[in-house]
């Protein structure tokens, strides 16, 4: 077993702040930052030092949209930059990394979708997280859709792991209840995928059981705003990716992967919806989910979708080009489990 970390870690309340301007200082910068804090930050200006660029997160980051950005970068003369920063969640880390990915490693996103297709280490890239749950600040993937393959898939390399994060979990305190909810179940559900897995160790096992108790201890509780949950939450990530990261993901992340390709749906509402069909294969973890969730009064979006066979066909396809994580959560022989009789009835759950 390899294991591929973060080189460097700073932690700590209303850090954000103090740190970020050191980070300017000397070098030519490529400032990522999630559109929500356009008019919040106003830290950042576009010089010939940094440029800066505000993603529209509300689809996730795919090949067409990197590699449009590769090209913007191109055009604005930053494609020798020497550190890239994301500020954000999921898609902003993920993008960051895919952009870091892509300047050091010639052609487009889609040749590194796979496993340790990528030759050489990328940009010097710092991760900000400004909502806890994705473990995109940890984890060694950056996950793209693929819209001409109808695929979602990722660069998982050494490669891809950040140089640098800094976690401030007071940062995640304006998200709005419901998001903070979807997003921090993904940590929970990292968490007992990688518990539950064929590829579990013992490493994987000690991260995976604190996170799930932090997630679990935030969402049992009756603030989940205060500054101890928020600092719960930020641990859990960082401990839910590191978890997957020396495991493997399970069932529910390739479902949610065709959620995303078939209906565009986000990830962390995507895996919230496949939990109302994962009762069969994750028990015990199932009925806590939806404790917390009505403890909290969350709402879960339904599929409400008519299933015919066209469809049917698209998310099966969508779901069960993930052999790794489905070897997982279910063995070697995950497709004769997952027929198309089962997976119906999967999907009719949601």
């Known amino acids: 077993m390899e294991i591929f970390n973060v080189k460097k870690i700073c932690k700590g309340k209303n850090i954000f702040f103090e740190i970020i301007k050191d980070k300017l200082k000397y070098k030519k910068n490529i400032i990522l930052v999630d559109f929500f804090f356009k008019n919040k930050i106003k830290l950042f200006k576009n010089n010939k030092k940094n440029l800066i660029i505000f993603l529209n997160t509300s689809n996730e980051p795919s090949t067409d949209s990197i590699n ?5 970068i191109k055009e604005k003369k930053f494609e020798n930059a020497q550190q890239i920063i994301a500020i954000g969640g999921g898609s902003t880390l993920d993008s960051g990394k895919a952009i870091s990915n892509l300047l050091k490693n010639k052609g487009n996103a889609e040749k590194y979708q796979g496993w340790d297709l990528l030759k050489k280490p990328g940009v010097y890239k710092i991760g900000i997280p400004t909502i806890f749950g ?34 401030d979990p007071l940062l995640s305190k304006t998200v709005p209840k419901n998001q903070f909810f979807y997003t921090a179940m993904d940590s929970y559900i990292h968490s007992f995928e990688s518990l539950r897995g064929k590829f579990k160790n013992e490493l994987s096992d000690s991260l995976a059981t604190e996170s799930k108790k932090l997630v679990m201890e935030v969402f049992f509780s009756n603030n989940l705003k205060s500054t101890d949950s928020l600092e719960k939450l930020s641990v859990a990530s960082y401990l839910g990716g590191s978890a997957i990261g020396m495991s493997m993901v399970g069932l529910v992340h390739p479902l949610s992967a065709s959620l995303s390709v078939v209906f565009n749906i986000k990830h962390c509402i995507g895996n919230c919806i496949v939990m109302r069909a994962m009762k069969k294969y994750y028990p015990a973890d199932y009925r806590v989910f939806w404790k917390m969730a009505k403890k909290q009064k969350i709402t879960i979006p339904k599929l409400n979708i008519a299933l015919n066979e066209d469809i049917l066909e698209e998310l099966i396809n969508s779901t069960l080009i993930h052999s790794k994580p489905l070897k997982n959560a279910l063995g070697k022989s995950y497709k004769s489990i997952l027929s198309k009789r089962e997976m119906k009835k999967i999907y009719s759950l949601m």
Do not use: H, P, R, Y
């Not at 449009?68 to 913007?72: A, E, M, T, W, Y």
């Open 68 to 72: 449009n950005l590769i090209n913007f």
């Open 134 to 167: 994705t473990g995109a600040e940890t984890s060694k993937t950056c996950v793209l859709m693929n819209k001409k393959k109808n695929l979602k898939l990722g660069m998982n390399s050494k490669f891809s792991v950040f140089d640098e994060i800094i976690i």
